[in-house]
């Protein structure tokens, strides 16, 4: 198949979702009873991406002379035209939300499984060529969050978004795109969860089905067992990879793959939600039981027994006073004409730090943006103000090195906590003491950052708020620490004399590679300037992906 008849074909499905999206709008003003209306269209939504996910397939696939030509923005463009129709459901009542956050899972599955896009680079142009992909995947899970938010909103943080976490294949979604709620998808058999297997190649060769809660590292649920793992099933398109590789200097034998997370924000806030969903949750059930036992003159140690089967975690120190759906914003828009600067002559401050020139990136572990401003040709420095509007008339906005970071850094996390004292409160600072003893410290790397099996999340949860430095200590030396010893290490650690170990920071999120490098250097740049005892394996510069 040629790019034209590639173009062709793909054309064809743009008209259909413009049709679409004008009969979800009339729908949506209807009164009376629609719902099979809406379960056919839903049924022809499906259809249509299952449709451009099939072509793109065939025109991968295409046996032409060197292979078919990658056309990234016909594919692109079309994968976008999918949003109208799926903005379109929102519309609805009742469902709406729940369907469109369905359905742009269902993009994510289709654009994964067959991308047409080229996935093949040189280091030296890396940033540049994969930004058209990156921004697209960024666009697609901004546009997933407004309807999940939405639910988060309507359920009064009581939901668990099991829906989303659910394995996915072309036929078992089909039989269920006409589900209109969780509980109608759950009737349908279309929540199927992850299942995970673990055996104790100490005591027997039997696998055993695991069925607790998901380990967290705050909670002390920690990977202290050497247990050998397997699983059915995934978490499906929510928890979806896309990998690409490039070359260095153009050389084949020096390939490295990397990749993109499909929906890394709405993933997120989903298990930020299930943690807040647990507690609130747990606290009512709680607080009933208590005002019942208490009516009944139950005694209490009786009481307190019985309690103890209803058991919940507390969230994360930090999400506790966290507003998911106002902290998880989408990305702001930048590039486009500023009539203020088209008015102004000469170049000023104000212009500089306009906002259609500023740089975004997402702190995973704050929930924020970070803003960032050029204040000349090849210098970008992190603006102190929350939700930048830009236009800074002066010098002011300019975060500088300590106290300077950490009183900005600080004033991010304590955003809507009117109970906030420190970062070490809101469970971003150090683990004390850093340095053990070694044995001590290999068993400690295991337990937090081995992440076997159902202990993969715990172990990206800690290493994303920085290991065992803390948040800020990741931040302003670029690496996070996993491991710190003293004393004697022959046995344990090779006769290194560092006396830590680390891995790249993964705290930082932005709509393309060249953005995350910018936000990793410029805070690399705000850790002071005598060097502290943390400054081991400190890297001055940043490749893109590390």
């Given at each position: ?341 088209d008015t102004t002559k000469g170049e000023t401050t104000a212009q500089r730090t306009c906002p259609q020139k500023a740089m975004h990136v997402w702190n995973l572990a704050l929930r924020r ?178």
């Amino acid at each position: 198949m040629d790019d034209d008849l590639f173009s062709s074909k793909v054309g064809r499905i743009l008209r259909l979702n413009y049709r679409l999206t004008r009969k979800i709008i009339n729908l949506a003003q209807q009164t009376g009873d629609i719902t099979q209306e809406v379960k056919k269209l839903l049924k022809i939504l499906y259809d249509s991406i299952t449709d451009l996910k099939d072509l793109s397939s065939e025109y991968i696939n295409s046996d032409i002379p060197n292979g078919p030509k990658y056309a990234d923005e016909i594919v692109l463009h079309a994968w976008r035209t999918f949003f109208h129709p799926i903005e379109a459901l929102r519309q609805l009542p009742s469902c709406g939300e729940f369907v469109a956050a369905r359905m742009y899972l269902c993009i994510g599955w289709g654009f994964y499984e067959a991308p047409a896009v080229k996935l093949d680079f040189n280091y030296d142009t890396l940033a540049r060529e994969t930004a058209p992909l990156y921004e697209f995947i960024v666009d697609l899970d901004d546009a997933l969050l407004e309807p999940l938010k939405k639910v988060w909103a309507l359920s009064r943080n009581r939901e668990r978004f099991d829906w989303v976490f659910t394995d996915f294949d072309a036929t078992s979604f089909r039989t269920t795109v006409g589900a209109l709620s969780p509980q109608e998808l759950e009737d349908l058999g279309g929540i199927r969860r992850r299942e995970y297997w673990y055996n104790d190649p100490t005591e027997s060769d039997e696998y055993i089905l695991y069925t607790g809660k998901m380990p967290r590292w705050d909670c002390g649920e920690q990977d202290h067992c050497d247990f050998e793992w397997t699983w059915e099933g995934s978490d499906g398109p929510i928890d979806g990879y896309l990998e690409y590789h490039f070359l260095i200097d153009n050389d084949p034998n020096r390939s490295i793959w990397h990749g993109i997370s499909s929906f890394r924000r709405s993933h997120q806030l989903c298990r930020d939600a299930r943690q807040k969903s647990e507690a609130h949750i747990g606290r009512q059930q709680h607080q009933a039981f208590d005002q019942v036992a208490r009516r009944h003159r139950l005694p209490p140690e009786l009481r307190n027994q019985i309690l103890g089967y209803v058991e919940y975690r507390d969230p994360f120190p930090y999400l506790e006073k966290l507003d998911l759906a106002e902290a998880y914003a989408p990305f702001p828009r930048v590039g486009g004409s500023c009539t203020h600067c088209d008015t102004t002559k000469g170049e000023t401050t104000a212009q500089r730090t306009c906002p259609q020139k500023a740089m975004h990136v997402w702190n995973l572990a704050l929930r924020r943006f970070h803003t960032f401003h050029k204040i000349n040709c090849q210098t970008w420095s992190l603006c102190a103000q929350h939700d930048c509007k830009g236009h800074h008339e002066d010098y002011n906005w300019k975060v500088d090195r300590d106290p300077g970071f950490s009183t900005y850094l600080e004033s991010q996390a304590a955003r809507g906590n009117d109970e906030f004292v420190s970062l070490d409160h809101v469970g971003f600072g150090p683990l004390n003491p850093i340095r053990i003893e070694p044995v001590e410290d290999w068993i400690r790397q295991d337990a937090l950052f081995r992440g076997n099996g159902v202990c993969d999340e715990a172990r990206e949860d800690i290493l994303m708020i920085g290991g065992l430095g803390g948040l800020k200590d990741a931040m302003i030396h670029g690496r996070t620490l996993t491991a710190g010893w003293e004393g004697d290490t022959k046995l344990w650690y090779n006769n290194e004399e560092e006396g830590v170990g680390d891995k790249p920071t993964t705290w930082q999120y932005g709509r393309n590679l060249y953005s995350e490098k910018v936000a990793k250097e410029v805070m690399r740049g705000l850790h002071p300037e005598a060097d502290c005892d943390w400054c081991i394996n400190v890297p001055d510069e940043f490749e893109l992906i590390m």
